[in-house]
């Protein structure tokens, strides 16, 4: 049988039919078909997961460690949160693609192995998702090979969870080829040998839960080949080492605490540094006294996710762990984090722009702000009995179904706000309340202006009535629906200040800027260096390369080239403790 060729022919146009798949815009977060598909879908995953864990099934698939502990050196690229908008995962693709990137004086080579983090397709996991996002904007950038074809691993987030993980299985798992890059993995979950007696261990904790038995068998036997003295690299799916360090929820750093327990340190060898994504940013926690590492880095291609608000230390494992045995707590210090504490503030009040950013969340609330009238009104008619059934008031008083709708979307908002965070405890449950207390508010102070406007304003009979349904069906969506939009943007912004919601601050605006990933070294001598990339201006208008060399990327940026940098100067991390 003659092998499927590696690349298509170069496209000439940006179309499907050459391309072979369609580039997305960035997902709109608080779009309402977003907002309540992946609402369910993370419900039903939830559920449904704890049923059918595709980690236990994976049991029967042959699986082994993988080497390549054969050079003095070797190159490594860790990215994560990417298969998001075609314009940012495209721009970061195209530089892990590159041969060689020449940042700030120093020369790095594209790794040979190329690690995934997590989130490998937004906003849900399909087979369609994954080649309009991901594996076909990657085909894109690197098409095909120059030289030995790099690997790639990928480890699953919440987001490629979403189908139980059949999606992520059939792309990552089957040993197909990813453009230029080659996949080997036949699990969600994979350890590599590496050189230097170095290794690189990524687990799948599915919605951070646990660790399930064919997992722990795999690593068990993988560590059997540990030596005291040993290196790893750890990589998760979150970096849970932020809240339990900080004095939050430890469950899901006990996970990692219990692997560190039962497969590191029980041969001797040290867990140097973790890595994770999850969190659309960059930062980085150092040991104090110490050389080992705690290290997000989710700027793949998802919207950018603020840092203003991350605590400056952290104290793992944390005083409260609940493992048996844990290592020997030590104090980590933030060491930097991109974007910056200023740039972060300055972007997370950019949610004032959230009905431009997300013209269906100002649909929705315009729509739900209609419906809120109508029962307010249907209420005022009944309590002051001054407008008989005639008229508009009578038109809305035999609307019984709207106002059911209306005090339903109440009860709801009322609802949602009470359960929003029971993380965060009762000052999260408080500003839910005042939040959804507003929105009602702001249907109150409506009704009542209608009223005013039809009693006093506009002339009676049909004319002022007809009015008044324009008023209320046209003037609610457009004006109030834009103010209930504020609303929520101003109660992000609270949140976001006040610790109880980070995320929805920065969702909302979909920034697309602000990228990168991490490229790390094990030189010849046995050491591990890190080279934190940002690329702060991602590229949007790219035009086709026909003519180009095969193995050159399929677009190129039609105007400037694209300007990767340091985060900040390389970090170097020893192989263990005592030889720093």
């Not at 002339?459 to 609303?487: H, K, S």
């Amino acid at each position: 049988m003659t092998p499927a060729p590696r690349s298509r022919p170069r496209p000439r146009t940006r179309a499907e039919t050459d391309l072979g798949f369609i580039p997305q815009p960035a997902v709109r977060w608080l779009a309402p078909k977003v907002l309540i598909s992946t609402g369910i879908q993370s419900v039903i995953a939830t559920i449904f997961g704890s049923y059918a864990d595709k980690r236990e099934l994976q049991g029967s698939l042959p699986a082994s460690v993988h080497r390549y502990d054969d050079d003095d050196e070797l190159w490594i690229d860790f990215v994560a949160d990417v298969g998001d908008g075609f314009d940012a995962t495209y721009s970061v693709a195209t530089l892990l693609a590159a041969e060689k990137l020449d940042i700030d004086g120093h020369e790095l080579p594209r790794g040979r192995l190329l690690i995934m983090g997590g989130d490998q397709v937004y906003p849900s996991a399909s087979t369609r998702n994954y080649e309009d996002r991901t594996k076909g904007v990657y085909r894109a950038a690197f098409p095909a090979l120059n030289g030995d074809a790099p690997t790639l691993f990928a480890l699953p987030g919440n987001h490629d969870w979403y189908d139980g993980l059949t999606s992520f299985l059939r792309v990552f798992a089957q040993k197909r080829n990813f453009g230029g890059w080659d996949t080997e993995q036949t699990r969600s979950y994979f350890a590599i040998e590496l050189p230097h007696r170095w290794w690189l261990f990524a687990i799948d904790t599915q919605f951070d839960d646990y660790i399930d038995a064919p997992q722990l068998e795999y690593f068990r036997r993988a560590s059997a080949e540990l030596r005291p003295g040993d290196g790893v690299i750890l990589c998760t799916s979150a970096p849970a080492w932020v809240d339990a360090g900080s004095g939050g929820h430890t469950k899901s750093y006990d996970t990692f605490e219990f692997f560190d327990r039962e497969i590191v340190r029980s041969q001797g060898a040290s867990v140097r540094v973790m890595l994770s994504g999850d969190k659309h940013h960059y930062v980085r926690y150092a040991e104090h006294g110490g050389d080992r590492q705690r290290i997000t880095c989710g700027l793949g291609g998802a919207y950018l996710a603020a840092t203003h608000e991350l605590p400056q230390k952290l104290v793992l494992p944390p005083p409260t762990s609940r493992v048996r045995e844990p290592s020997a707590p030590a104090d980590y210090e933030m060491a930097e984090r991109y974007p910056d504490r200023w740039t972060s503030e300055r972007f997370a009040a950019g949610i004032f722009r959230l009905p431009w950013r997300n013209p269906g969340f100002w649909a929705m609330t315009g729509i739900f702000q209609t419906f809120m009238t109508l029962a307010v009104l249907y209420g005022l008619v009944q309590t002051l009995g001054s407008h008989g059934p005639e008229g508009f008031f009578g038109l809305v008083a035999s609307w019984t179904p709207a106002i059911v709708v209306g005090f339903g979307l109440v009860l709801g908002a009322l609802a949602f706000a009470r359960i929003e965070d029971p993380k965060r405890g009762w000052p999260a449950s408080i500003a839910g309340v005042l939040h959804a207390a507003g929105h009602v508010l702001l249907s109150v102070a409506w009704a009542f202006v209608v009223i005013w406007l039809y009693s006093s304003v506009l002339p009676d009979g049909p004319v002022g009535d007809w009015a008044t349904l324009v008023i209320v069906m046209v003037g609610t969506p457009l004006l109030v629906g834009f103010v209930d939009a504020e609303l929520v943007a101003v109660y992000l912004m609270i949140a976001s200040r006040l610790g109880i919601n980070l995320n929805e601050v920065m969702a909302g605006q979909s920034i697309e800027d602000y990228k990168g990933f991490l490229r790390l070294r094990i030189d010849d001598q046995g050491g591990l260096t890190v080279f934190p990339i940002k690329l702060e201006t991602t590229c949007r208008s790219w035009v086709t390369d026909p003519d180009a060399e095969r193995h050159l990327p399929w677009l190129k940026p039609e105007c400037d080239p694209l300007s990767p940098e340091l985060i900040e100067k390389p970090i170097k991390i020893s192989r263990t403790a005592d030889t720093r």
